[in-house]
């Protein structure tokens, strides 16, 4: 039985981890940009929602509610002005952009936060479990997993369903016919990051509701996040969200014989999957 609960544990775990990842993924599947800003963005959401909960004393579920279009906005921005302008064949100037972004904002909260642990808190539900049968769950962990699975369900809803999500698609196919098809990539690629951001900052909010965050924690998240994403299969939303549950699984039960092996084991399972599956488990030409 404990190694059982160790199990369900980690996957609870992995739904946190499929949070991080959806938003880089949905991202990478469009317009093929590894944003190494996208751990600090999270972060940044995490500490936005702080910010309105001290204006307005209201509960971090709420307020994200408030938060997640500022995100939005500012993701829509910051593709516009900024990474649209570096997109193309070469793959160094996003990558030099996004690591700029990522010092500037690890920064920014440091100066305008300090280095002290901070925490959303949500009050009772955060001590509160439910007991089926031997095993304990915690109320949070499973508002998580439900959380991700529900995300990524609208997100591929939206990417498959929509018109917006035939945008999507059309310019990830080929940006240039797309144009000729009265598509705007750019105002596509705006897009795309203004929902990854709005996913960023639901995953910020459980971030900090489960755990103290500061400003330097975001480049750990967007490790968690990228090898999320490669072991599900780059560009496949549901491979994202079996790319965390693997990572969960394997810190808890990496902490189950060993505490110190928790954070090893997860990196571990990522090369063990790249070794015998390549392109993950769930490439996006199989989705």
């Known amino acids: 039985m404990i190694w059982l609960d160790t199990l369900v544990?980690?996957?609870?775990?992995?739904?946190l981890y499929a949070l991080f990842a959806?938003?880089?993924?949905?991202?990478?599947?469009?317009?093929?940009?590894?944003?190494?800003?996208?751990?600090?963005?999270?972060v940044?959401?995490?500490?936005?929602?702080?910010?309105?909960?001290?204006?307005?004393?209201?509960?971090?579920?709420?307020?994200?509610?408030?938060?997640?279009?500022?995100?939005?906005g500012l993701g829509w921005l910051l593709q516009t002005h900024v990474l649209n302008r570096v997109?193309?064949?070469?793959?160094?100037?996003?990558?030099?952009v996004t690591f700029g972004l990522s010092v500037v904002i690890q920064n920014g909260l440091?100066?305008?936060?300090?280095?002290?642990?901070?925490?959303?808190?949500?009050?009772?539900?955060?001590?509160?479990s439910v007991q089926l049968g031997p095993i304990s769950m915690g109320v949070m962990p499973l508002l998580t997993l439900a959380s991700a699975v529900g995300?990524?369900?609208?997100?591929?809803?939206?990417?498959?369903?929509?018109?917006?999500g035939r945008a999507f698609r059309a310019t990830s196919d080929d940006a240039t016919t797309a144009q000729l098809m009265g598509i705007s990539p750019?105002?596509?690629f705006a897009m795309a990051t203004g929902i990854a951001l709005v996913v960023a900052t639901v995953a910020a909010m459980y971030l900090g509701t489960r755990a103290n965050f500061d400003p330097s924690i975001g480049p750990a998240r967007l490790l968690y996040a990228f090898?999320?994403?490669?072991?599900?299969?780059?560009?496949?939303?549901?491979?994202?969200?079996?790319?965390?549950?693997?990572?969960?699984?394997?810190?808890?039960?990496?902490?189950?014989?060993?505490?110190?092996?928790?954070?090893?084991?997860?990196?571990?399972?990522?090369?063990?999957?790249?070794?015998?599956?390549?392109?993950?488990?769930?490439?996006?030409?199989?989705?």
């Open 87 to 96: 997109l193309g064949d070469d793959i160094l100037p996003p990558l030099l």
């Open 151 to 164: 995300v990524i369900f609208l997100l591929n809803q939206l990417f498959y369903r929509t018109a917006l």
């Open 186 to 188: 750019s105002r596509v």
């Open 44 to 72: 940044l959401g995490a500490y936005l929602i702080l910010g309105v909960m001290h204006v307005t004393g209201l509960h971090p579920f709420v307020a994200v509610l408030i938060a997640a279009p500022v995100m939005f």
């Open 9 to 15: 544990q980690g996957i609870l775990l992995g739904g």
């Open 110 to 128: 440091l100066e305008s936060f300090s280095a002290n642990s901070q925490k959303l808190t949500a009050g009772a539900i955060e001590a509160q």
């Open 227 to 287: 090898e999320a994403v490669i072991i599900g299969g780059l560009g496949s939303l549901w491979g994202t969200l079996a790319g965390g549950i693997v990572i969960g699984v394997a810190q808890a039960l990496g902490a189950a014989v060993n505490p110190e092996w928790q954070i090893l084991s997860g990196h571990i399972a990522f090369v063990l999957v790249l070794l015998l599956r390549p392109r993950g488990l769930f490439p996006r030409a199989n989705d």
């Open 22 to 42: 959806a938003g880089l993924s949905l991202v990478f599947g469009i317009m093929r940009l590894v944003n190494l800003a996208h751990g600090d963005l999270i």
